[in-house]
């Protein structure tokens, strides 16, 4: 879920620059719309929609392929449903975060007898580094584009938030950065590029701590069991990163259970970050 609502908040806070990077559309007009129109289940943590004039254009940013209902079924869902309230032109984009040897990352319609629905697909580690090196807002994503020198890619996108001058933007796109980096790169290797202070005074980490701890309110024990494991590492190992703090608490329940048992065997960081690894 951190991933899901790191592209959520740099969409909804720099939407002119993700029109840009996905349309092609110097200097647009949006408006962000609310989601609410969309019924669970299938609302989700990574639905946004932006507005252009006539045009709605509706992203859903997705680590991995695998969905129920499948994603070529919901966008056919989702279209109907805005289509219905606001009778305009929907153009939808699926961004696949993570590399996955899966062809579902290929699909791009919808298609059962004689209904077909088409979207976009766009694949991140497909796509080229400039576009993203190129504009503040973007550089997160840039750490999952498209490079054979991966390392030198993440050094970069430091090296371009170290020149950032307003401190709000640096401390957030440093956070969002180092979140989405953690899809592709050991967790010692971005601790090492990027300030663990920026990421806990930034909006996006504190925003979701709170997700975390409302949908811990609501599941009661689960979030119980993870402060407490939290702190039980914490004295066991150091100081846990907020990178790895976060992905303890989106554990569902038998994961925290299995991790009480398994942390018993770990004697570093390291160790902690292979077991959450594995269980990703």
Known sequence: MAYDNTCKFLAETYPTNIVRWLLSIENPTVKILKTEIIPEPLRSDALILLQLNQKILHL???????SQPP?????????????GQYWCEIEQIVIY????????????????QNTRHHYRVIRLWE?????FLNDPALLPFATLAGTNKPENLLGQVAEKISTIDIP?????????????????????????????????ESVIYQEILQTGIVQGEQRGEQ???????IKVLARKLGTIPPVLELKIRELSTDKLEAL?????DFSNISDLENWLKVKD
């Open 60 to 66: 859903e940013f997705q680590t991995l392929p695998y």
């Open 71 to 83: 994603i070529p079924y919901r966008m056919l869902n989702y279209w109907t449903l805005l289509y």
């Open 97 to 112: 975060l993570k590399q996955v040897d899966s062809e579902l990352v290929l699909e791009d319609k919808f298609e059962v």
């Open 127 to 131: 796509e080229d580094t400039e576009q």
């Open 168 to 200: 709000q933007v640096k401390i957030n796109i440093s956070a969002a950065s180092e979140i989405l980096a953690g899809l592709r790169f050991p967790e010692k290797l971005i601790r090492q590029l990027f300030r663990e202070e920026l990421m806990k």
């Open 223 to 229: 979030r119980g069991e993870a402060n407490i494991l």
């Open 260 to 264: 009480t048992d398994d942390h018993f």
